[in-house]
């Protein structure tokens, strides 16, 4: 009669398996969340970009994106009414991951006027992102103030 379990043979099987799978699996799981990061991260520039573009409308104030590339952070703020030369933070500073860096920018800050929610005369701002693997994206901001992202 037979007792009731696994034999070591059966598990060892298993457990071999198990390794091979995830020893297969291990580079597409990688590259799968390094591009989800990256993805995420174009994404929420992009949001933020719009997140100003609105305040600077519906708040009647200038509204800017402030990048510091090395230190891989942005913030968003708002022009001080009293003063013009000063600028109020709006929300906390954001830090880029450890996989995605912004390359370039065509200027920085990234400036919304007031009421109109359009940037300063020109022409378009972009923000180059980028992975270590190469993926990389352009978050373009319009003179009009339009948003759009272009992955290349």
Do not use: C, H
């Not at 509204?63 to 090395?70: A, E």
């Not at 013009?84 to 390359?103: E, N, S």
């Amino acid at each position: 009669m037979r007792e009731r379990g696994f034999t070591m043979t059966e598990l060892m099987i298993t457990l071999a398996i198990i390794f091979t799978l995830s020893a297969v699996s291990a580079p597409f799981l990688s590259r799968w969340v390094t591009n989800t990061r990256f993805t995420s991260t174009t994404n929420a520039l992009t949001s933020t970009l719009q997140l100003a573009r609105i305040k600077a409308i519906t708040q009647n104030a200038s509204v800017r994106l402030l990048f510091d590339i090395p230190e891989r952070t942005y913030q968003l703020q708002q022009r001080v009414t009293m003063n013009p030369d000063r600028w109020q933070d709006l929300d906390k500073v954001k830090k880029l991951p450890a996989d995605v860096q912004i390359v370039s920018i065509t200027s920085n800050p990234i400036v919304f006027q007031s009421g109109r929610g359009s940037t300063p005369v020109g022409g378009n701002s972009t923000i180059r992102v980028e992975t270590p693997q190469g993926r990389r994206a352009d978050v373009v901001v319009a003179q009009t103030g339009r948003v759009r992202v272009e992955r290349f």
